[in-house]
């Protein structure tokens, strides 16, 4: 992974750094190796599938927009930080190790400021703060969907490991199958509220792929 901090440094103004970094898709997908590329002057992170892909002439299988986002280390690990921006998309990812964190960590937090502040000195201003309150809302909805979905994924691997008189029980059973649809109708009602939300951001062309 390139260095993002001895490639991009803000006091030269240089335009981009990039690297590899592990993504979190969803459960089913897990971690999925991806090449991230962050044009500092346009305030943006964009991915792509792998390091093979070129970035130049190619479209991102994903952006986002840094300005207002938060950029946050995981207390899971030291290697795990996410990406909230201000659209209410959240990216989790996962670097080499602590100090390549740290490095992306403060490179991304660089250029989230600078265009943070560039945007509230221009017209139009960042969106209201209502808005922002919805977008934050969507974000933690969706942070809190992924840990029930693996707190799901738990409860069946429990159940599937514990005998076959355990697997057969009818409440346990019963257990697994409630979970699993209440799991489903959560999913599908964030699905309904991310197409809204996707559909008032048409226009910005920046959309994340769950991939």
């Avoid at 937090?109 to 139009?124: F, G, L």
Wanted: hydrophobic content about 35%.
């Amino acid at each position: 992974m390139n260095n993002p901090m001895s490639v991009m440094d803000l006091h030269t103004k240089q335009r981009q750094f990039s690297g590899q970094l592990y993504k979190y898709t969803n459960v089913m997908k897990g971690w999925q190796y991806r090449y991230f590329m962050v044009d500092a002057n346009a305030g943006l992170l964009h991915y792509y599938l792998c390091e093979g892909e070129k970035p130049d002439g190619t479209i991102p299988r994903g952006s986002v927009h840094l300005a207002g986002a938060v950029i946050c280390p995981s207390d899971e690990d030291s290697k795990t930080f996410t990406v909230n921006c201000a659209s209410g998309d959240m990216l989790k990812l996962r670097a080499a190790d602590a100090r390549a964190r740290q490095e992306w960590v403060n490179g991304l937090r660089a250029v989230a400021e600078s265009h943070t502040k560039a945007i509230s000195a221009n017209s139009p201003p960042l969106p209201p703060r209502e808005h922002l309150a919805v977008l934050d809302a969507m974000g933690c909805a969706r942070a809190q969907l992924t840990q029930t979905e693996q707190a799901d994924s738990a409860l069946c691997r429990t159940i599937e490991s514990a005998g076959s008189k355990f697997f057969v029980d009818p409440n346990l059973l019963l257990l697994k199958a409630t979970s699993a649809a209440s799991l489903h109708c959560l999913t599908q009602c964030l699905n309904i509220l991310q197409r809204n939300q996707h559909a008032q951001q048409a226009r910005t062309g920046f959309v994340i792929d769950d991939d």
